[in-house]
Structures are given as C-alpha cells and as structure tokens.
C-alpha cells in the first residue's frame, strides 16, 4: 500500500499551485499531479478585479471596493463566499512564496495599477511583477518613453503599442533593433532572446544599440523579455547601463511572465516538499473508505495514489476541468454537478462581442461557503472534496479581469477548510 | 639434445616469432588509415620506452603490474564471479608452467633441489592442476548459467581450451599411470636403491600395500614380517626423496580407478605415450600462443602497462595504441554486459551494436578491408548507434579506451562515405525528401518497429499551436538563418495534424533535436513532443535509409 497523502491536488495552473503552495505552509503531505504548462497560458499579470458590471465596462482602481459591490450584486459569485481579509492574506502569501523563489512581485496593497499592453491598450491589474512596475509609473506620469522591440520577434510591435496609446500617452517613440546575438536572427522568438539577456554581456550589447536613440525618453520599455530566471538583476542592470528607468510591457501568452511564473511556482511547490506527479493525469477518483483513491495514467506505468482529501483544480474547457458534450457541460473525473444553462441554445448569446458574455461561460462546478463541491440540491458531496478556481461556476473572468483572484483566493479558502477539517488549523504567518 | 628438447626450442622459436609478428601488427595497424610509418611509430614507442620511468611513473607501473596484471584487480571490480574463475585458473596454470614445465629453470633456484615429484612438493604440482580444473568448471558453469542472456556469441577458441584442458588431463592421468606402474617401481629401484633381492622384494611388498603399485601377478599376500622389513628399507632408501604418492591430490585417487587393469596398461606402455602426449601437447600449446586467445598472457599487461586507459589526441603513439587495443581485446563480453544501447542490438537485429562485435569488425577496418567489408552498412548502423556515454570504456578490465576507437571508427566510416545518418539526411531538404518517399515505390513503409506515436492522431490532437515547444527549445534558440531548424517543434506537430508525417521524417528539427524534453515538460496540453521527435527520426531512419542518397541519383 502507498504512502497516504493529506491532500491530492488535481491540476498544476494558478489555482492548483497555490493551493499547494497553502496546504504546504500549513504542514500538510501534498501530492500534485499535473503538467503546469497552462501557466503558461498566464500575462504573468494577478489580476483580483479590473471590471464590474462587465455589461458597463466600468474598471475599478479601487478592488476591494469594486469586491464588495460585486458581492452585493452578484451574490452566486465565489467571491461572495471570500473575505477581503482571506483574499489579502492569500495574495500576500503566494507574492511572498514567489519573491523567495526570485521572482518579484509588487506587494498587494489598496489599488489596482494601470499598465500598457500589448496592443496599446491600459489594463488595471493588482500585482504586477516589479519589472513592469515603472512601466505602469512612466504611464501615470506620462513622461517621454522610448519603445523598443525587435525584428523577427512576431508577437509584439512596438509600433502597434505606441498607436494604441497614442491618445492616452503621447510622448511615446519606437524603436526597432536586430537582437545583438549570434544564433538568433530570422524568425526569433520572446523566450529565446530572455535567455540570452540573463548574459551581462548581451544586456551591455543591447544597451549600446538603445543608447543613441533615447533622446529626451524618461523610460525605455522593452517586450517582456529581460531574463527567465534573474529578471530583476536584468532590468536594473539594463536600466543602469542606459541611466533611465526600464520596463517590461506585458506580451501575449504564451509569454516569457508565464514561463517565469510556472518556473518560479515550480520552485516554491518543490521547496516546500510537495510530492509531484508532473507527468501523470488523473484519469479516476473513486472514495474507498475514509480516503480517495487516484488513478493516475502515467508513462511508463499508471499509478495509484491515496490521499485523505482532493483538491479539484482542473480549469475549465481548456484544461479539462469541464467538457463540453452536444448537449451539455460535464465534469468528467467525478462527474460533478455542473451548474449550467438548461439547453445548448441558451450556451451563448447571438453576438460573439455581446458586452454581457455568454451564459456557458458561467458555468461550474457549485460549492459550499469552504469550497466543498455540491450536488444539484446543494448537498456537500464529501467533506473533503474541494473544487477550486476557474472551474467554479457564476463568474466570468476573462471579462472581470478576476482569473488571478479568483484562483488564489478560492485556493485558500479551500485550504484552511480543510486544515480545519483534518485538525491543523495551525497557520503559518 | 633430446628429440623432446629439439621440439621445445622449435615451439619456443615459433612463439617467439609469432609474438614478434603480432606485436609488429600494433606498429601497423591503425585507424583511421596510418599516415605514419611503422617505423615513425616504432620510434615514437622507443622514444617513450626509453624514459626510463622515474618516482610516480614507475610507482604506478609496479602498481599495475601487482594489482592489474597479476591480481586482475579490474576484473576482479567489475565481475567478481568471472574474476575469481579466471584468477584461480590464471593461479594454476602460473604454477604450473613456471614450477612444473620450467621446474629445471624457475623452481631450482627458488627451492634448491625442487623436482615436482619429490618432497615436499608433489602435493603441490596437483593443487595447480586442480586449480586449473576448478577455474575452467566456474567459467564454464558460469557460461552455461548465463546462456541467451548474453547480448550476442562471443568469438571462441576451442584449440585453445582444449590445449589448457589436454595438458592438465593428461598430466593426471600420466600420473595416476605412473603411481601404479610396475616397471617405473623397477626403474626406480634399479636407479635410486641399491638393496639387495631380499630388500628389493620386501620393498615391493611394502609400495604395493601401501601406496598401490600393481605388481604383475602372481602376487603373494604380504606378511606382516614383509611389510615391517619393506618399511624399514622404504625409510632407508626412498622416503628421503620420494612423497608418500598419496600426495598426489587427484593422481592418487585415479589410480585407484586404474589398479586392476595396471598390468595390462603398462604392458602396453602407457606411461610412455601418456608422457609423449602430454610432452606433445605442451610443444603445440607453446606454438600456438601467437595466434590464440593465449596471447593474452602478452597482450593484455601490455596494454595494462601501456597505460591504454590515457590517450590524449596530441599522443604521438594513439595510433600504437588503438591497434594494440583492437589486437589486446580478449572479447570477454564486460563490454556488452554494461553496453547503455544494447536493448538496440536485439530491435535491429544488429550485433555490431555491442562493443565487443563491433571491435571485430573495426579489426578489420583497420586491416584495409572496410570496403569489401560485407557488413559495411550494418557496421554503420552499429557505430552511429553508440551514444557515447562510455560505460565500455569503464567496464574494460584490460582499460582499453574503447571510447576512442569508437571516435575513430566513426572517422573511418565518414572517409569513406558512410556518414551519420543525421548529416546524410539533412543534406536533402525535408520537402525533397517527402518528394522521393512519394516517388519511391520500395520505401513504401516497413511496419514500424517501435511504438507509434506519430500512427496515433490522438498523441498530437490537442495541440493549439500555442509556441510554447519552440519558445523554450534550445536547438531553435541556438540555429542561425543558414543552419537552423527548418521546422520548430510547434510545426512538426502541425505537419502530424495536417496528415504531413512523411514532410516531417527528413526535416533538421527531427535531425538536430537534443532530447533534453523541454518541450516536452512544458507542453500545456500534455503532448509527448520530445518523444514523438524522436520516433520520427526512427522512422525516418528506417524509411530514408531505403532511398537514394544525394548523388546516387534518383530513377
């Protein structure tokens, strides 16, 4: 018989890591099985709350107010079920948990910040990886900024940036370079030149080229792409090498900011301890007594694994926390209750770019106030049975701006129930 | 001198030139194909031999000679059952060529009037026998223990085994024949003792009661008077000299066997063709050591003193060193044992894969036979498939650098147009190649040999084309414009779900990919990219090996 585990957490994405990260700091044996490859689906941006009520567009600088008029409003939200205190514990928690690891993030605090993106529109996030940060600060100041970005690297013009925030930052020019390294020219790609500017030399070859075009710029901002493992001594070692602050403009996934955080959160769960099934999918969860028993399909041989609860952390149609049949959505590991529109008509709205979303994107899983998955009448399956994140049903996060959020904070939920649950309330500050 | 003698010195002259003839083959011999001259290489040998070795040098030499040659101590690391086998052999027959065949030169001097048959000593010319007996039933036990779970036969040398075997046996059994012989009881008598009718015949009494001569008959039953009077002429006349036979660990107990038919054997003069036999068979074993896995007895301290283990390229004796490594190999199978891509030998069906077959087949590369080497293309196959990670090299108990005969055999193979089947393919462009395989009618795909993946839509159905494989493969982050990959990870996989495989097998991601499974560990959808690479380039292997090369044409 195999080592029985406290909590086997199913999937490896933003909510599956920090709920390890949390169940480990609380002295629990974790077992995790999943690829953490959908974080690199992540902006590398935590969003809590950009938008509320989406059919407005209103954004929020000010998330926690925007959390308690969406409670009110949306009282089906899982953010309902979450204390603002929970949420600010939560998120201090996991940035600490990454700057131990080397990767910075700005500390939570009472504001949103507003950042450039990629096609020059301004996006209000809550933590942002300091290397971003003076880009969000040269925005609020709107002070003269140099954008450079790279031939052959496809995903992000500078130009296409500038444009875009034309009206809202003005005194922004472009600049385009040829990556200053032998090997890479042609087609090149974000994660490759990272590579290369973890070298001092590369980043003094690079500033060399900037250097004569900065002009009477106050910043530079650069695609993301100053490093994968030391970004911090990149960008401050690039912004003393130029004499202006340099920032990071957030690219489209599958972004440098999201291999530095799968990195980063994969550092943190295996310094804490926790067992990993990287290579294994949970193909079954079946209760054998007191304890759940997992399937796990894995070369080069399946595996069973024993825990005393279950994280549910699986994501939603991407990750195959939900499945969409013709007629319906279902949860295929244990075939949850998945709260949902009555028939496939109802899935979506005639419009794609409707402002109010679609229905099927507020499908889930229902749970409890502890994040115990429920039944269709609303009974808790198990005692021990959580499901956290995106997979849960009554929101929309992609239009809320809430993804971040919504998987950290669930994920602690989650995890001090269950501490509570197995008797070690015990909580590590 | 003797007929015996004459045979010996014709024996001992033959193994000598021979030996001188083999190791002329080290001067030789060389891979790639020597530029330098016998003689430029006998010099570089001489210039080295004569330093002489001074402080740690001759420190580790002694070492090696000590511990390496004599205790097979390598051996004795790497495989303790075989090398306790091979050191127990190794033990007796030392004994007995250095005590017993050479008693009149090596014994006298260390133990005066030593003479294997005398006391105190002929106990100890048996236990060597025995020795060797014992080795050769452990190896051979071993042997059969270990049958078909051996990567493939060993070249064997039955004259060999039967030279150490017929020896051994034969000298029991002249033993056994000699214990109860009659006449040699007489000759002995007549030469040693000089007693008198009455003595001789209570003497007789007494060697046949007591230590089993078979007089002819009639033989009368001694008397307890007899035998107090043959005992005291016994101690009077022979037991100075002469060991109780019982001495004779396995001789005695044979002649035991031998006791009622002992007339009639020495009637028929036994003794004296047992002891020709025995004389015949030690003459033919001296001349055959240079051309016999015997020669090891040379080959292999020298190659252990030669320091084999160390050859740095700029050595002006590497190529001394290889043909004394392809020559010194004494295909003990160490090597095919810990051999990391033997599994490979048995999916090919190529035994060139393992090392001790494919040092075969170098031997006769380095002998200019390479061209009309039949097995050329599987050689190719054999060698390309080592992945260079050394464990031949450090399982040798010879230390033989096999590593660097591989590099060398490799170079071998590149002059003369068998290169790796990665530089052959990527000479042809991917698209060029799908172009053949289309127009190729014999190419038409050989049921795979290793599992399918790439047969399998559901193993590259989830791809959403996201990047993430190319964004953090080391091989497209290092390939510039002219070298670089053709095709990224990401669009392999698109050529799979387009139905494209065969666009795929000759493009230079499948070709250059280093494995190292980045992609693999990052693909958020789970896909097994780095091993679908992979077996691409086996069915790429197998599919494009069948086709023309660049330059052969295309019909």
């Known amino acids: 018989m195999s080592e029985t585990y406290d909590v086997a957490i199913v999937g490896a994405g933003l909510a599956g890591m920090s709920a390890a990260v949390f169940a480990a700091n609380r002295g629990l044996r974790v077992v995790q099985v999943g690829n953490a490859g959908a974080l690199l689906f992540a902006s590398g941006l935590l969003d809590l709350l950009g938008v509320h009520p989406i059919e407005e567009g209103l954004t929020w600088s000010d998330p926690w107010a925007g959390l308690t008029v969406l409670a009110r409003d949306l009282p089906s939200h899982p953010y309902a079920k979450l204390e603002a205190a929970r949420m600010r514990a939560a998120f201090a928690e996991l940035t600490t948990a990454l700057d131990e690891t080397g990767l910075a993030y700005t500390a939570p605090g009472e504001r949103n910040h507003e950042v450039l993106t990629d096609v020059g529109t301004v996006k209000s996030t809550y933590c942002l990886p300091r290397s971003m940060q003076p880009g969000a600060a040269a925005l609020a100041a709107g002070v003269p900024c140099l954008l450079v970005d790279f031939e052959g690297l496809r995903e992000y013009s500078a130009k296409a940036v500038a444009a875009g925030a034309a009206a809202r930052w003005p005194g922004v020019r472009t600049l385009r370079l040829t990556f200053p390294a032998p090997g890479i020219s042609g087609e090149v790609y974000a994660a490759h030149i990272a590579l290369a500017l973890e070298e001092r030399a590369a980043r003094e070859r690079l500033a060399d080229l900037v250097r004569p075009h900065l002009g009477d710029a106050r910043a530079v901002g650069l695609p993301a792409v100053l490093g994968i493992m030391r970004t911090d001594r990149a960008a401050a070692h690039l912004a003393e090498a130029l004499g202006v602050p340099v920032f990071e403009v957030p690219t489209m996934p599958t972004s440098v900011p999201g291999l530095r955080l799968k990195n980063a959160l994969e550092r943190a769960v295996a310094a804490r301890g926790v067992e990993r099934r990287v290579h294994g999918r949970v193909v079954a969860v079946e209760r054998t007594g007191d304890q759940f028993e997992l399937s796990v399909a894995a070369t080069p041989a399946p595996a069973a694994l024993h825990a005393r609860a279950v994280i549910l952390a699986t994501g939603r149609f991407m990750g195959r926390g939900l499945e969409a049949s013709r007629t319906r959505v279902r949860e295929p590991l244990l075939d949850l209750y998945v709260s949902q529109p009555a028939t496939r008509s109802d899935w979506h709205r005639a419009d794609l770019f409707d402002a109010r979303g679609h229905a099927l994107n507020r499908a889930g899983i229902e749970t409890d106030e502890g994040f115990r998955a429920c039944d269709a009448r609303g009974a808790v399956v198990h005692p021990r049975l959580f499901a956290v994140g995106t997979m849960l049903a009554h929101h929309d996060w992609a239009r809320m701006k809430c993804g971040a959020g919504l998987a950290i904070g669930t994920a602690a939920a989650a995890v001090a129930h269950l501490a509570d649950a197995l008797g070690r309330s015990r909580s590590l500050s | ?555």
């Open chain 2, 1 to 555: 001198m003797t007929p015996f003698g004459w045979a010996v010195s014709l024996a001992a002259a033959v193994a000598v030139g021979g030996s001188l003839w083999r190791a002329a083959s080290w001067l030789r011999l060389g891979l790639p194909d020597a530029p330098s001259s016998a003689r430029e290489r006998a010099g570089a040998v001489w210039a080295s031999l004569a330093r002489p070795p001074r402080g740690k040098r001759a420190w580790r030499a002694l070492v090696v000679l000590l511990l390496d040659v004599l205790g097979q101590r390598r051996l004795r690391a790497r495989d303790p059952v075989r090398w306790a086998a091979h050191f127990i052999l190794f033990v007796g027959f030392a004994g007995l060529f250095f005590l017993h065949a050479l008693g009149d030169v090596v014994a006298v001097r260390l133990a005066g009037s030593y003479v294997s048959t005398l006391s105190p000593w002929l106990w100890l010319r048996d236990l060597f026998g025995l020795l060797v007996l014992l080795g050769f039933a452990m190896g051979s036990a071993r042997r059969l223990a270990m049958r078909g779970r051996l990567p493939a036969p060993r070249r064997r040398d039955p004259l060999f085994v039967l030279a150490i075997l017929g020896i051994v046996v034969s000298g029991f059994a002249l033993g056994a024949v000699k214990i109860t012989s009659a006449p040699a009881f007489e000759r002995m008598l007549r030469d040693y003792a000089s007693v008198s009718d009455d003595e001789a015949a209570a003497l007789r009494a007494y060697w046949g009661a007591e230590y089993g001569v078979a007089f002819p008959p009639p033989v009368a039953a001694a008397t307890p008077a007899q035998l107090a009077a043959g005992e005291a002429v016994h101690q009077a006349a022979c037991a100075a000299c002469h060991d109780r036979p019982q001495l004779a660990l396995l001789s005695y107990p044979l002649s035991r066997f031998l006791r009622d038919i002992a007339p009639g054997v020495a009637s028929w003069g036994a003794e004296a063709w047992l002891l020709r036999l025995h004389q015949l068979l030690c003459v033919l074993a001296l001349a055959y050591l240079p051309f016999g896995r015997a020669f090891h007895v040379v080959s292999a301290p020298v190659a252990l003193l030669a320091g084999a283990g160390t050859a740095p390229p700029a050595d002006p004796n590497r190529r001394t060193r290889r043909a004394l490594a392809l020559d010194a190999c004494v295909r003990c199978g160490l090597c095919d044992e810990r051999c990391s891509v033997a599994p490979l030998a048995f999916l090919l069906g190529n035994a060139l894969v393992l090392p001790a077959a494919k040092l075969d087949s170098l031997r006769a590369v380095a002998r200019g036979r390479l061209d009309g080497e039949p097995r050329r293309g599987r050689l190719a196959e054999g060698a390309y498939a080592c992945s260079d990670c050394g464990r031949c090299t450090v399982g040798c108990p010879l230390g033989l650098r096999l590593d660097d005969l591989w590099s060398a055999g490799k170079d071998v193979l590149r002059q003369h147009g068998e290169p790796p089947a990665a530089e052959w393919v990527k000479a042809t462009a991917a698209a060029e190649w799908a172009d053949r395989l289309a127009a190729w009618p014999r190419a038409a795909a050989p049921p795979p040999r290793y599992t399918s993946l790439t047969a399998d839509r559901h193993t590259f159905s989830a791809c959403v084309q996201c990047q993430t494989c190319t964004n953090v493969c080391p091989v497209v982050a290092h390939s510039d414009r002219a070298n670089g990959v053709d095709a990224t990870p990401q669009k392999v996989m698109n050529l799979l779900r387009l139905g494209l495989a065969d666009l795929a097998l000759g493009s230079r991601m499948v070709w250059d990919c280093a494995t190292c499974y980045q992609c693999q560990e990052h693909c958020p959808a789970g896909i097994r990219v780095t091993e679908v690479l992979y077996e691409l380039r086996n069915r790429g292997y197998e599919r494009l090996s069948g086709l023309p090369r660049p330059g052969q044409g295309v019909s």
